[in-house]
């Protein structure tokens, strides 16, 4: 009996070996409908290159494709369920695990889906009879399908003593202590929930935000809403989510929160998979992280977490407008839509939809007037497009809200003086950039920022070359911040010294403009006048901006020194 891989993307398909007809092409540009393939091998390469590069809709266009022709191939079925559940695509994941299931292969990913698609039709002992014949999900996830399908089964005594088994099962204490305290409280006992969450074991649920809020609305429904308040306090100190905030000023208020963690055994069964996909984040491949995210939200759509959860990876896998759609679900009653609209306004941005990205801040910012976050990020929006004038106004209406400037406020002066640097303001970028120093002295890019301004301006140059200096030590692999201490050095007149920094940031940044031009006047400075003329061509190939293409071709004119000698002349200082 095959056992068949969870991962997605662990074998990526080289070109070579795809059939002509897909030579020349990348998984992202080629849709099974624009490509006539002579047999089902070739759709077989391109869903395998799509997913490779985790793009789940193509993947699952050609897996449909090649499934077509050979429809109980477990590989095949097995990759079109993954790029399905990865979409959301519940009832297409669902068919294809149960024909998977057929074959019989053995898939983790088709169990986690059979279970959720028995949970969806409330046949809960479908999955007590599965597990009972060793269908497994894994050791943690065994223990947790089978205790929320005995709730759902009505067998509250059996469901606590599975829950009870993993209590006193190393590695499953807080997990066991956590889902039995939901099932409790889901069935009203909330007495017998609150003296779970008292148990040492409980310790750990306080790092689930999940765990937290759980306990938070069994103590209201305990009449204890001053203990929920300790409670929010002493986890999250002084920064609690805006969630919380508005948990704490209902509870202040004297409001009962009502108990909604895991109102129903469907909604026990998705507060599993989201357990799973939390101790899942960063540990392992990122598209098993997503499967399980996807899985907690078709049992309960309403799931803003795991929404949330599913919307990041897809933003950190590249997958952008899977991402913005699914930051898009979150509700705007809910007080976590403007991280998910700052989000989506990210995925856009990131897709090269920066219109798109503007647009959805520039509405959150004025619905949000008084929330420097969203401000911040519609000035970082704005920046972005080179509208500094914009940018300037949002970022000083954020500061206007700041009484008493601390640490991390510190961006916001950064991102202001560099508009004002985009703008040829000195003066005023020079003091936004030295405010930010004061608040954050250690942080390599204001110090590099400045200390390359200095350099590029002729001014402070032993101040500048120690603060970039230090920059360098903070961030020794930062191309963009190696390539200051060379021109530090350049400038003031140390050319033998910026031969290796230079060289380095080269190496860093192989196809930076700025970078590249650089260190083509390093070498024209230390007698490498062939190389320097080299670098200066690759510069022109990188599309730098117009008025250093232009002095750029002068310098392979004339040569740097003649350039500098003019620029002199003609008082433009280089």
Not at 281 to 296: C, E, H, P, S, Y
Not at 337 to 364: F, M, P, R
Not at 426 to 444: C, G
């Amino acid at each position: 009996m095959p056992r068949l891989t969870p991962s997605f993307a662990l074998i990526c398909v080289l070109a070579a070996l795809a059939s002509p007809a897909l030579a020349g092409t990348t998984a992202k540009s080629t849709s099974a409908d624009a490509v006539g393939l002579p047999d089902s091998a070739g759709a077989y390469l391109a869903a395998r290159a799509a997913a490779a590069q985790n793009d789940f809709a193509l993947a699952a266009q050609w897996y449909g494709v090649a499934l077509q022709a050979d429809p109980t191939n477990p590989d095949l079925l097995q990759g079109a369920l993954v790029a399905d559940v990865a979409l959301g695509d519940m009832p297409s994941a669902a068919k294809r695990a149960r024909a998977l299931k057929k074959t019989g292969a053995v898939s983790q990913v088709g169990q986690m889906v059979i279970v959720a698609d028995d949970v969806i039709k409330g046949d809960f002992g479908a999955i007590l009879q599965d597990q009972a014949g060793g269908a497994s999900i894994g050791k943690l996830m065994d223990a947790l399908v089978t205790a929320w399908a005995q709730v759902g089964s009505g067998k509250m005594s059996q469901a606590e003593s599975t829950f009870d088994t993993m209590i006193t099962s190393s590695g499953m204490e807080p997990f066991g202590v956590y889902h039995k305290a939901l099932a409790l409280a889901q069935t009203g006992d909330f007495d017998g929930a609150e003296t779970l969450f008292e148990r040492p074991e409980s310790a750990a649920i306080h790092g689930l935000r999940r765990g937290v809020l759980a306990q938070v609305q069994v103590l209201s429904q305990l009449d204890r809403n001053a203990d929920a308040i300790t409670l929010i306090d002493h986890v999250y100190r002084s920064a609690p989510d805006a969630g919380m905030v508005a948990i704490k000023h209902r509870l202040a208020q004297g409001e009962k929160i009502a108990f909604d963690v895991a109102r129903t055994p469907q909604d026990g069964m998705a507060e599993a998979y989201f357990t799973l996909a939390t101790l899942l984040v960063g540990q392992t491949n990122d598209t098993f992280t997503l499967l399980n995210a996807r899985l907690a939200t078709t049992l309960r759509p309403d799931h803003v977490e795991a929404l949330l959860m599913s919307a990041r990876v897809l933003d950190k896998l590249g997958q952008y407008d899977l991402a913005s759609s699914t930051f898009a679900q979150v509700p705007k009653s809910d007080p976590a839509y403007v991280s998910a609209i700052i989000g989506q306004a990210g995925s856009a941005q990131s897709a090269g939809k920066l219109d798109e990205a503007v647009a959805l801040l520039k509405v959150l910012a004025a619905e949000n007037p008084d929330n420097a976050g969203v401000l911040s990020a519609y000035g970082d929006s704005l920046r972005r497009q080179d509208h500094c004038d914009a940018a300037i106004g949002v970022y000083a209406q954020a500061i206007a809200l700041i009484q008493t400037p601390v640490p991390a406020d510190w961006a916001l002066f950064y991102r202001r003086g560099g508009c004002y640097l985009n703008q040829s303001n000195w003066p005023k970028a020079e003091a936004d950039y030295t405010q930010a120093l004061s608040l954050a002295p250690n942080e390599p890019r204001i110090l590099n920022e400045l200390g390359y301004s200095y350099v590029d301006r002729g001014e402070n140059l032993p101040q500048a070359l120690a603060m970039i200096q230090k920059a360098v030590s903070a961030a020794p692999d930062e191309g963009y911040i190696i390539d200051s201490l060379a021109w530090a050095y350049f400038r003031l007149g140390r050319y033998d010294e910026a031969v290796a920094p230079m060289e380095k940031a080269s190496l860093l940044m192989p196809v930076d403009a700025v970078v590249t031009d650089h260190l083509g006047d390093v070498y024209w400075m230390v007698g490498r006048k062939r190389e320097a003329q080299f670098q200066w061509h690759r510069a022109l190939t990188f599309h730098p901006e117009a008025k250093d293409a232009a002095r750029i071709q002068l310098k392979l004119d004339k040569g740097l020194d003649q350039v500098l000698q003019d620029e002199k002349t003609q008082g433009n200082g280089g």
